[in-house]
């Protein structure tokens, strides 16, 4: 992969992904939407990586859609097609078999919040923002961020958030459930979504991807259907090598050894 307006850091068995427009406070150019989606479907198909970071350099994770291509945006047709190249970049992330986790500084506004809901889990700096505030420009959230903010935090908040287009502090996302955690400024949050990542590097890789899979299909669907995908899931896991070294090093008490088969 030969990115332009991304960077990739490898920390262990966590792949870091860097939007790097600090200038636009990493604004999503319809390149960075390119780079990102390229970036998120060749980290799936690396059996080396557990977990995916997202984080911003400079000030900002992200400031959202790019405005100055965003309005030479003309008609209806032309919208449609913007959108959904926008969108397909939310789409990509939220769609990854690995686990994610946005690291959030800054602002994170418009496509920043989407990309940051888009994520599995979502910690804060402690003077982060995050929020939609299309509709002061005329606009509405497009990128799904509408629908995964009322799975996230219920209808309530997400039309807090939508309806009054107002940003909303760290510890108000955490009360509300939009955060996973709130970092102190000290710690630094991309350091911070690293060890939290690290986590996964002591599990069996294909069965967590099962079960984010299971979890997500879960979302969709009723929860008699939701019962049977669970059943189906741990089924298929049964048939790994990770799950009988996982249930033989328990019964040995000690440390398993996965290898993702």
Known sequence: MTAVTISLERQGSTAVVWLNRPEVHNAISYQLA???????????????????????????????????????????????????????????????????????HGIALGGGCELAAACDFRLMDQDAKIGLPELKVGALPAGGGMSRLV?????????????????????????????????????????????FSERFASLPPAIVRMAKSALNTNARTDAMAAAEIELMST???????????????????????FNGN
């Open 235 to 257: 089924a298929a896991a049964f048939g790994t090598k990770d799950r009988a070294e996982g249930m033989s090093a328990f019964l040995e008490k000690r440390r398993p050894l």
């Open 34 to 104: 390119d780079d990102l989606v390229e970036a998120m479907e060749d980290l799936a198909a690396d059996d080396t990586t557990h977990a995916v970071v997202l984080a911003g350099k400079g000030r900002s994770f992200c400031a959202g859609a790019d405005l100055a291509e965003a309005r030479q945006v003309d008609g209806v047709a032309a919208a449609v097609e913007f959108l959904r190249r926008m969108r397909r970049v939310f789409d990509a992330v939220a769609g990854s078999p690995l686990p994610t986790v946005a690291a959030v």
């Open 151 to 195: 799975s996230l935090i219920g209808l309530p908040h997400a039309k807090q958030m939508v309806l009054t287009a107002e940003p909303v502090s760290a510890v108000r996302a955490k009360e509300m459930g939009l955060a996973t955690d709130v970092i102190d400024s000290g710690v630094g949050v991309a350091a911070a979504a690293v060890a």
